[in-house]
């Protein structure tokens, strides 16, 4: 299950248009105290490198346009909870001159293109998934500790209006198991005015992911009072993302986006998920933008 704002929070990047993408974060992370450390760091260090970046921009392509945005986000506090954090949201994105903005999507993972040819873009992937603990969860299971989350990515943009994208991560700390979403979005747009998007999501995890966020062994079902389970892996959601921006006039703007996943499979079933969390998976945000153009 992909969250917003996984942070991912959701960073919101880079979404007008779907032309060469200059730069985007989408980060999650369910530990509110780490979101707020990382953005926090994330954001003054965009501010301090920003002067460097409009000059450099600026010398070698006669110009861009640099686009930061801050607002707050809701998302559940693990995958399968009932229950909410809020946490920022950030936004950063560049373009060329009068180029629009790249479209990203909401609740995909930080990247960037190494590989663009025919409307195919090739690259590195990066997420993270923050802690859980006891008091979290409501019941005595073991902690799932703090999940980094290298991968790739792979995204085809068949039309100007429709994109089709997949990711896999490999989980190097905390859960250690692989996980997916491939994703398919319809764009709609008028230059950099308005955007809006809308797709489905399938959501895909091995069996060690599961075991950590959804299985509970029998001594822990001793401890927890919950039925041991031996979750297998498969896909564990399905869902859809819509986002939406707009122009409020030169510099301000708006950025939102709603995100429902409903979980299936081993991880629906899972005493987790049904005693104690929901199978319903919900997350929204919603900032303001302001737009720096150096010629």
């Known amino acids: 299950m992909e969250r917003p704002g996984k942070l991912r929070v959701l960073c919101l990047a880079g979404r007008k248009g779907i032309g060469p993408r200059q730069q985007g974060v989408t980060v999650l992370d369910h530990s509110p105290l780490f979101r707020r450390t990382v953005w926090t760091v994330g954001a003054l260090s965009l501010v301090i490198a920003l002067p460097a970046f409009a000059q450099s921009a600026e ?4 110009g861009v346009r640099t686009r930061i945005g801050l607002g707050a986000q809701v998302y559940p506090s693990y995958p399968g909870s009932d229950r909410f954090d809020v946490g920022p949201m950030f936004d950063f994105d560049r373009a060329r001159g009068d180029e629009p903005f790249g479209f990203e999507a909401a609740d995909e993972s930080f990247g960037f293109s190494v590989i663009e040819a025919g409307g195919i873009r090739v ?23 703090f ?5 790739a990515f792979v995204s085809f943009d068949m039309s100007d209006n429709f994109r089709l994208r997949g990711e896999m991560r490999k989980g190097v700390t905390g859960h250690k198991g692989w996980v997916g ?16 998007s809308v797709g489905p999501r399938v959501s895909w995890s091995d069996n060690r992911y599961h075991d950590a966020w959804f299985g509970i062994a029998p001594a822990d079902a001793i401890a927890s009072g919950l039925p041991a389970y031996n979750p297998g892996g498969g896909i564990h959601a399905v869902g859809a993302t819509a986002s939406f921006e707009t122009a409020l006039g030169p510099r301000w703007g708006i950025a939102a986006y709603a995100k429902y996943d409903r979980l299936v499979g ?16 919900f997350s929204g945000g919603l900032g303001l933008t302001y737009l720096f153009e150096h010629r």
């Open 147 to 151: 999940s980094l989350e290298p991968g």
């Open 59 to 62: 010398e070698e392509l006669g």
């Open 181 to 196: 979403m491939a994703s398919a979005d319809y764009i709609a747009r008028d230059g950099d005015d308005w955007l809006f």
């Open 123 to 145: 690259g590195p992937a990066l997420n993270f998934e923050g802690a859980r603990n006891a008091d979290d969860v409501g019941a005595l299971l073991p902690k799932v500790k």
């Open 266 to 281: 081993d991880a629906a079933d899972s005493p987790v998920v049904r005693v104690l969390g929901s199978r319903d998976q």
